[in-house]
C-alpha cells in the first residue's frame, strides 16, 4: 500500500451542519462517484450502470495519485542537494526547547546540520551523551533562561518546543518568553508534547503565527479545541475540525495525528496515510517534531516558487507525517511487535532516500 492523500480546499459560500465552510474535492472525488452513480441509477440498466460506476472509481484514482505524486515532488523540491560547496550550518541549525534523558527529537538525522537543545540543567549530561552532533545549553530551568536563549535565536533557523518540556512552572514560563523572542525575531517554531500543554493554557501565544506549527494528538487537539473554541466538536467530521480549529487559531499549521494524519492551514486540508504500522509506541512524535522542524526550514527557505503556490508550511508537514509513518513501517517489518521509536530512527536514512531522492 501507498499513500492515499486527499487535498480539501475551503470554498465561499454555503455552511455545513458542523457550521464550517463547505469544503470540495477534486471533480472526480467522492461526490463525484455519488452523482455518477445517481445518474447512472436513473438513466440505465445493471450493465451500463456497472460501467459508469467502473470509470468514476478509474477517474476518482487516477486523480488521487496524481495528488500523491504533486505531492511527493514539492517534497522534493524543497529538500535542498548535498554539495561539498556548502559550510556546515548552511542547511539547517535547530533549536529544541525541552529536551529529556531519552534524547531531543533526531533533528539532525532528518538533515539538519546543527542541532542545540535548550534543557534543563540535570537532563543535559546524558543528552550529550546521546549524540556527540548535539550542542546542549543547560540554561531551561535558570532565571535568566529567556535571555540566554535569545543569544543563540538569531543563528538557528528553526525552533522545536514541547517534547521533554514537563510541566514546571519555571519552565513553562521560561518557554513563555521563548515564544515570544522568537516570534519576535519571525522563526518559524514546531510546538509539541507539553508545548501544545502551554498553548492549551495560553492560546494567544501562537494565534495569528504564521509560521507556527502545532502537531497535537487526539488528547492534546481536544484540549486546544476545548480552550480555543466554546462549541462542541463534531466528532465525525475530522477534516472540519482541524479546519476550524486553524481558523479559530488565525490559519495558524495544524497537523492532527492519528490513524491518518491531518495537516490544515484554515484554508486547506491535506490528509496523509502513508503506511505505517499498528506499533503505537512512545516518542514517535518526537520525530515527526524534529524532522517537521528541518523541513519548515528548508520549505520557507525555498519559497512558493517551489512548492507550485502551496503553502510550504503544509508541504514541510506533509513531507515530516510521510516520512515519519515511512519509518515506522520499515522498522515495523523487521521487528514487529517489538518496534520501538530508536528503531524507527534507525530507519530515516533509508526512508528518506526512498520517499524524497530521485
Not at 486527499?6 to 451542519?17: E, L
Not at 480555543?228 to 476550524?244: A, E, Y
Request: charged share 15%; glycine share 10%.
Amino acid at each position: 500500500m501507498g499513500i492515499r492523500c486527499v487535498a480539501i480546499r475551503a470554498c465561499g459560500g454555503g455552511k455545513i451542519d458542523t457550521g464550517v465552510p463547505r469544503m470540495a474535492v477534486c471533480p472526480y472525488g467522492a461526490a463525484a462517484v455519488v452523482m455518477a452513480l445517481l445518474s447512472a441509477a436513473i438513466a440505465f440498466h445493471c450493465s451500463p450502470l456497472l460501467a459508469v460506476l467502473q470509470r468514476a472509481l478509474s477517474l476518482h484514482t487516477a486523480h488521487a495519485t496524481k495528488d500523491m505524486d504533486n505531492l511527493f515532488q514539492l517534497v522534493r523540491n524543497i529538500v535542498p542537494a548535498l554539495t561539498s560547496k556548502k559550510h556546515k550550518g548552511q542547511d539547517g541549525r535547530i533549536g529544541i526547547v525541552g529536551g529529556c534523558q531519552e534524547g531531543p527529537p533526531p533533528a539532525c538525522l532528518s538533515g539538519a546540520d546543527l542541532t542545540h537543545v535548550f534543557c534543563a540543567r540535570e537532563a543535559a549530561p546524558v543528552i550529550k551523551s546521546y549524540s556527540p552532533e548535539l550542542i546542549v545549553h543547560p540554561v531551561l530551568d535558570s532565571s535568566d533562561a529567556v535571555e540566554e536563549v535569545e543569544k543563540w535565536l538569531p543563528r538557528l533557523h528553526a525552533l522545536v518546543v514541547g517534547p521533554g518540556l514537563g510541566r514546571d512552572d519555571l519552565l513553562l514560563n521560561n518557554v513563555r518568553g521563548i515564544l515570544e523572542s522568537t516570534k519576535a525575531r519571525d522563526i518559524p517554531v514546531v510546538i509539541d508534547a507539553d508545548g501544545l500543554w502551554l498553548i492549551a493554557q495560553r492560546p494567544a501565544l501562537v494565534h495569528g503565527y504564521q509560521k507556527a506549527v502545532l502537531t497535537p494528538n487526539h488528547v492534546e487537539f481536544s484540549r486546544l479545541w476545548d480552550a480555543v473554541l466554546s462549541s462542541p466538536m463534531d466528532t465525525s467530521n475530522h477534516s472540519g475540525s482541524v479546519l476550524k480549529l486553524s481558523q479559530a487559531l488565525g490559519n495558524i499549521t495544524i497537523v492532527q495525528k492519528g490513524e491518518q494524519d491531518l495537516i490544515s492551514n484554515g484554508q486547506q486540508v491535506l490528509v496523509c496515510n502513508q503506511e505505517g504500522s499498528s506499533r503505537r509506541c512512545g516518542g514517535q512524535g518526537d520525530l515527526l517534531s524534529g524532522s517537521l522542524g528541518v523541513m519548515a526550514h528548508w520549505a520557507l527557505r525555498a519559497g512558493p516558487e517551489k512548492t507550485n503556490g502551496s503553502s510550504p508550511l503544509l508541504v514541510a508537514a506533509w513531507g515530516a507525517c510521510t516520512l515519519t509513518r515511512e519509518c515506522n513501517h520499515l522498522a515495523f517489518q523487521k521487528y514487529g511487535r517489538s518496534t520501538t521509536t530508536t528503531d524507527m530512527i534507525a530507519e530515516v536514512g533509508a526512508a528518506f532516500s526512498k520517499l524524497f531522492t530521485t
